[in-house]
């Protein structure tokens, strides 16, 4: 007869009685005929398949409950065989006694960390809590290190960061540590036996790549705990990669600057041997930035990062073909004005509408404006520069006039534009004509030597070149000169995949950087410095106690837009489209929302009501932020650090915001106190709401009857790990225990918890976002409406926990419910884009709790790259717990219905289906048991036993009222 390799080890081992060695499993296998061996190496098979299916074991509680477990002398044996505390035991991730580097703590000395070995001892031990997984995983980088070094002394690296340790060779990572191994591996390259290993121990990414790779490539991450089996595969399959990596011509790193030589001591300690030192000069130096996860990216990461994801979309290959036909119509509005001149007909309106750039807008075409993929111009041109008092209506021919000879006199010395901008700058009516507005049509004509230069191309050229750039004619030279060194050393600007000149690639690599990826610039030309400023929480400060709540300031204005690196000239233009669609919105207020968005990190708030009261003071802690469809759009995060009242006497309160300076903030801040603060008609309004009741370790203990032991190292993974799934049989009170863990998390502020259920028909359009249909006037549109998770995103304070409980996790289809949320899960400093536009980026303050019944079919839906987004906490039925409740609660005999319980359990036989407790923790169970039992316990039972119906039928209440439960039983 013929099975497979592993229900042939299982029958072995169950004859045998007792773990075996994998060859003794196959020499009993191939005595008894029990595997059809053609085409398969036996030993080899059957170590995969058996590390395969032990691999749950050595990983995290939830991966799986493996068939078969390997002991401490390599012998494999029956998991089914194993007590339920071995197997918990078995199941349980070591706990992690060294506690980790702090990113900030790394970057706060960065150079002397990664100089200690000791730093990287800790780092290692985070990782990887086993001792002998860590030698392993050592003694597989040593090796590999020597491989690499006797290819070339002067190609490799080892990198060490708060959070991982990377081997990189030339432009390729080859090990990447990071509470699994990751490799890159070509598998026609390998043996059958290398390959049978690598696929049985390895788990495949489809998901992530590596910062810099040899295509092609496949990527594999290993546990640890099986670095030991997979050792030698491993380093087979990376070897000719790492050949290949450093004889590569563009192989050079980035030099001992982003070297761990630390790393590298520790290492050398824990193999016994002393490892090569690479050997970096010549062209192997490099100052750029390199990849290590705690420093910022590299220029060249950034612009790999933007070929990979976005260019190559069909949409951006569209948009990317609109740079010739914006040239081509940029020539012909020029020679339409040669022409008109050489007529003598005017051509005011040819230039003003054929040399500035102009939104894209059935009005704009109709009049035969120059549409530009870099509009300044959204509305009413001539409307926006009257209104701002720079133009009077009888000078626009002047005005067009300088325009036509600025460009003229920058095309004819385009190497010298000095003069040029002096003159036009020097001349009053240019007042308004910004760089933004004017180099659009510079650089159609001359893409060559005139880039575009605006808002966004200022921000990345002073931070990528280290200088301090304004958006102004007066800078243009300087930017020219920045912009064409970074595009000249940038060869990969050049890949054929973009499809336009290098300078246009990066013109709209700046778009996608600041636009859709929204990176975070730390240098370079940053916002205005903090400063002093009086901000009102809307009418009768109405919002103060949401603002207070989510700790934030917020700004009417929705017509604006998003306000993100938006200058004064296209501020302009947006207020004067959007003043024809409310004529209430004029420059000066509409600048209210502009100053908002344009407040740096660390600018002091005091929120008033009216003239007279002052109701706190604030900090603002992070960028501003657009939130679309809300009335109060414009916003800033802000810890509002002290709500005490004060009374003031402020006549010139009477805008929302209003600038002051640091002696007058200083005087407000040092006001007493007010007892009791005023209402709007000047009466006492009574004294603020209490503080929300704390909620602390002591609370959740009481509560849940954990063992102190228990409840710390739940608490530790939830802030460690940041989303967990409480699992487990039913009754065993998953959504209680969540609500109280997340309750302890934000010491008891039940604002900041929040749930959801799942269920078959939750969607996608539910939780992140869809098309829904909107009523309005009488009249339906279908809008694209954010979901649970967005809203919450938007909304949430961005200081201090916040929790989203999802109750029955595992009852909606969850790949498709998460959709991106899957990547953001694993990379939660990354911002995704949505597939129906707009992005979303998990907060770092977001914490997600799942429950799960083990019981539910749909368990099976969760699949690994699920699984390993969360650490699983399983709650198994525990009689202790029971037993403590019913201590101060019960007269009736506890022991009698744990005895019960655990005859009941033992005949389900299954732990994930298990009767749980929280059935019957009811302060007057006596009086309500035999509801419970008949309604709740027997059906339950009935559906369990389906195929067993005498096994069900024992447990009816009639027969344990008068038999186990004869003391609860009521008197008949």
Known sequence: MSMTFADAAELVLRDAGEALLVPEIWRRIEARGLVDTAGETPVQTLRTILLRQTAGSSLAVGKGTPRFYRRGDRAYGLWAELAPTQQQAMATVPATVTARVSSRDFAADREGMRADPKVAERTLAWLIPSDVARRAVAELLAAVIEDAHAVSANRWKLTLGSRSLRLTVGRCLILWIERHVWFPVRLAQLSPDDRALIEGVGVQDTETGPFRSIAPVDFYTVAPDLIAEAAGAIRNAVAPIVDEAARAGAADVHGAKYH???????????????????????????????????????????????????????ATQAYLQTYAAERAAARANLARIDELQARGA?????????????????????????????????????LWFENAKWVKPETWPQVAAEILAFVRECLAKPGDLRDAIARFTANPLSKGFSVGLLTPILNALAPDELPLVNTKVTRVVSYFAGVELEPTLTDYVATIRQWRNLVENQPLLRDPRIGVSPGDAFDHFCHWLVAVKRFAFTGGRGPVAPGYWKISPGPGAELWEDWRKRGVAAIGGDLLGDLTLVDDDEFAGRVATAAQQDPSYKMNGARQPLN??????????????GKTEVLGFGRVTGPYRFVEGVAYCHEVPVDWFDVTVRAVDRPGWARTLVQLDKSTYDDIAALPARDVPIGIDGENAGPLPPPPPRYERGHFLADTFFREEDADRWFRILQDKKQIIVQGPPGTGKTWVAERLARWLVGGDEGRVHLVQFHPAYSYEDFIQGIRPIARSGAVSYELVPGRLVQLCQAMPRQGPVVLIIDEINRANLPRVFGELMYLLEYRERTMALAGGGELRLPPNLYLIGTMNTADRSIARLDHALRRRFSFLRLQPNFDVLRSFAATRWSEPVEDLIALLAAINKDIDDPNSELGISYFMKDDLAERLEDIWRCEIEPYLEEFFFDARATAAKYAWDKVAAGALAAWAPTR
């Open 346 to 382: 005017d051509a005011t309106d040819a230039i003003l509408l054929g040399l500035l750039p102009y939104t894209d807008s059935a009005k704009h075409r109709e009049a035969g404006a120059w549409v530009s993929h870099a509009p300044a111009i959204q509305g009413d041109f001539k």
């Open 260 to 314: 761990s030589p630390g790393a590298l001591t520790y290492l050398s300690r824990v193999v016994g041997r002393q490892l090569p030192v690479p050997e970096y000069g010549g062209g192997g130096e490099d100052d750029a930035p390199d990849d290590d996860d705690d420093d910022a990216p590299s220029l060249a990461e950034l612009v790999t990062e933007y070929i990979d994801t976005f260019v190559t979309q069909p």
């Open 596 to 609: 908002l968005a344009r407040m740096a990190v660390g600018t002091l708030l005091v929120a008033n009501r």
